[in-house]
């Protein structure tokens, strides 16, 4: 019997780097279209498992045949969509409610089906070019994975040659941060509910393995009930950074200057003038690998190891402001509000706002990494005495949006952006994610971002 010869040894020499690129760019393309087959079979078998629980529980034929058609029907409509790929030109615009350094956030209506979702759009270039590639694809993966009443629901991710695009659940609520510009400050029992939410949102979002990473008003949404929604996760991590954000602050500042009670006093503007500065710039910072300043933990700050715990500093910091109508840290740059959180001991006034409950929970999570609560010693804490956590989601919000319509924008500064040079959606050659050979490297950089939710 002759035995076989030996494969010959590849030599990546005798080709050349545009072959290497694309061979590069088919293995990445095979794998994207593999594991996504094989995370819709899983999805699959469980829709398939629950129907056949249905099944078991009906009582008669028509009901049984009720339930089984309707699987049917709806198993059918998501393959035909999954064949059908996203474009731009499919969605009428109506108006654009966010605007920044990361793109455009806009509402927009589906010509087929009259439904009405919010469409953030990120330009693939600047994405390369400031280096933001983790940031937009954690955002998608995270998103696509979420199917929480507290995260912004996705229903579709795509991308044509020139932008992303991510088409979730509109928010005609607004944001915490709006709230916190018309009412100046809450009560007491205001404060309970909406933290007392953020907490449920945020045990969701670490039960899932996530470190948000930038907790803030403007990331808090509101949904069409008055409850609260998570949204914004490009600075969300699995692991520890060490990120000295103390690098950004010139070489003759010292850290470990302190700032007298007048010094915050002079130096701090009203809340509202404070707000209005925030919602004003909301673009300038960001991309900052950090977050919002004022809502940054100091072991953050410092560089030091970080986990689940900074993102409750970031709570306490949004529960301070809700009963006091400012931030517990601010100042006229970055650098000085850095600098006061670093020194957070002297640094954090409690003032006359605060009963001894709501200033204890306060400082137990506005303090060193060690001594800060868990989620569940949050949920114990004396100041959420008779939430109801089981069902919160039940209880009558304080606040309910009146809208008039589903593209109602009454809760969104939309006057801050220009609505002429962003309202036209120009049709673009979709860029499919299983096709393979692409011409430059930029394109194969986002293989993989296409994504549709079973509806």
């Given at each position: 019997?002759?035995?076989?010869?030996?494969?010959?040894?590849?030599?990546?020499?005798?080709?050349?780097?545009?072959?290497l690129r694309?061979?590069?760019?088919?293995?990445?393309?095979?794998?994207?279209?593999?594991?996504?087959?094989?995370?819709?079979?899983?999805?699959?078998?469980?829709?398939?498992?629950?129907?056949?629980?249905?099944?078991?529980?009906?009582?008669?034929?028509?009901?049984?045949?009720?339930?089984?058609?309707?699987?049917?029907?709806?198993?059918?409509?998501?393959?035909?969509?999954?064949?059908?790929?996203?474009?731009?030109?499919?969605?009428?615009?109506?108006?654009?409610?966010?605007?920044?350094?990361?793109?455009?956030?806009?509402?927009?209506?589906?010509?087929?089906?009259?439904?009405?979702?919010?469409?953030?759009?990120?330009?693939?270039?600047k994405?390369?070019?400031?280096?933001?590639?983790?940031?937009?694809?954690?955002?998608?993966?995270?998103?696509?994975?979420?199917?929480?009443?507290?995260?912004?629901?996705?229903?579709?991710?795509?991308?044509?040659?020139?932008?992303?695009?991510?088409?979730?659940?509109?928010?005609?609520?607004?944001?915490?941060?709006?709230?916190?510009?018309?009412?100046?400050?809450?009560?007491?029992?205001?404060?309970?509910?909406?933290?007392?939410?953020?907490?449920?949102?945020?045990?969701?979002?670490?039960?899932?393995?996530?470190?948000?990473?930038?907790?803030?008003?403007?990331?808090?949404?509101?949904?069409t009930?008055?409850?609260?929604?998570?949204?914004?996760?490009?600075?969300?991590?699995?692991?520890?950074?060490?990120?000295?954000?103390?690098?950004?602050?010139?070489?003759?500042?010292?850290?470990?200057?302190t700032?007298?009670?007048?010094?915050?006093?002079?130096?701090?503007?009203?809340?509202?003038?404070?707000?209005?500065?925030?919602?004003?710039?909301?673009?300038?910072?960001?991309?900052?690998?950090v977050?919002?300043?004022?809502?940054?933990?100091?072991?953050?700050?410092?560089?030091?190891?970080?986990?689940?715990?900074?993102d409750?500093?970031?709570?306490?910091?949004?529960m301070?402001?809700?009963?006091?109508?400012?931030?517990?840290?601010?100042?006229?740059?970055?650098?000085e509000?850095?600098?006061?959180?670093?020194?957070?001991?002297?640094?954090?006034?409690?003032?006359?706002d605060?009963?001894?409950?709501?200033?204890?929970?306060?400082?137990?999570?506005?303090?060193?990494?060690?001594?800060?609560?868990?989620?569940?010693?949050?949920?114990?804490?004396?100041?959420?005495?008779?939430?109801?956590?089981?069902?919160?989601?039940?209880?009558?919000?304080?606040?309910?949006?009146?809208?008039?319509?589903?593209?109602?924008?009454?809760?969104?500064?939309?006057?801050?952006?220009?609505?002429?040079?962003?309202?036209?959606?120009?049709?673009?050659?979709?860029?499919?994610?299983?096709?393979i050979?692409?011409?430059?490297?930029?394109?194969?950089?986002?293989?993989?971002?296409?994504?549709?939710?079973?509806?």
């Amino acid at each position: 019997m002759s035995s076989f010869q030996d494969c010959p040894s590849r030599d990546n020499g005798r080709y050349g780097p545009t072959i290497l690129r694309r061979a590069a760019t088919c293995q990445t393309g095979c794998k994207s279209y593999f594991k996504d087959s094989a995370e819709r079979a899983k999805e699959r078998r469980e829709r398939f498992r629950a129907c056949d629980r249905q099944l078991k529980k009906a009582s008669t034929a028509e009901e049984s045949l009720r339930i089984w058609s309707q699987s049917g029907l709806a198993e059918g409509s998501f393959l035909r969509q999954l064949r059908k790929k996203d474009r731009l030109n499919d969605f009428q615009p109506i108006q654009v409610i966010g605007q920044g350094g990361y793109g455009t956030v806009r509402i927009v209506r589906h010509k087929l089906t009259r439904k009405t979702f919010a469409l953030k759009t990120m330009p693939k270039a600047k994405s390369i070019a400031w280096d933001q590639l983790i940031r937009v694809k954690t955002e998608r993966d995270i998103m696509a994975q979420s199917s929480s009443e507290w995260v912004v629901m996705l229903f579709a991710a795509f991308q044509d040659a020139e932008n992303l695009h991510l088409l979730m659940e509109y928010m005609p609520g607004g944001d915490l941060l709006g709230l916190l510009i018309k009412y100046d400050k809450f009560t007491e029992d205001i404060t309970r509910f909406y933290i007392a939410e953020l907490v449920l949102a945020l045990e969701y979002m670490h039960g899932l393995g996530f470190i948000h990473r930038d907790i803030k008003p403007d990331n808090i949404l509101i949904d069409t009930a008055g409850h609260l929604k998570l949204s914004d996760f490009g600075l969300s991590s699995t692991t520890s950074n060490r990120v000295p954000v103390l690098s950004t602050i010139g070489p003759t500042q010292d850290v470990n200057r302190t700032f007298s009670k007048e010094d915050l006093i002079n130096l701090n503007m009203t809340s509202k003038e404070l707000t209005n500065k925030r919602r004003q710039s909301r673009g300038t910072w960001a991309y900052s690998q950090v977050g919002t300043a004022e809502y940054i933990a100091s072991e953050v700050c410092k560089g030091e190891a970080y986990s689940y715990g900074c993102d409750l500093w970031s709570m306490g910091a949004i529960m301070y402001e809700c009963l006091a109508g400012c931030p517990p840290f601010s100042g006229n740059t970055q650098a000085e509000v850095f600098l006061k959180i670093v020194n957070w001991r002297t640094q954090l006034f409690i003032t006359g706002d605060f009963t001894p409950t709501s200033e204890s929970a306060v400082r137990s999570l506005l303090c060193d990494a060690n001594d800060r609560l868990s989620i569940e010693q949050v949920k114990c804490h004396s100041f959420f005495r008779g939430v109801p956590w089981e069902r919160l989601r039940d209880v009558w919000p304080p606040f309910s949006p009146r809208l008039k319509s589903d593209v109602d924008t009454s809760n969104f500064a939309v006057e801050d952006f220009d609505q002429s040079s962003v309202m036209n959606i120009n049709s673009q050659t979709l860029v499919s994610d299983t096709k393979i050979g692409y011409e430059t490297s930029a394109d194969s950089l986002f293989i993989g971002y296409t994504f549709r939710r079973f509806e």
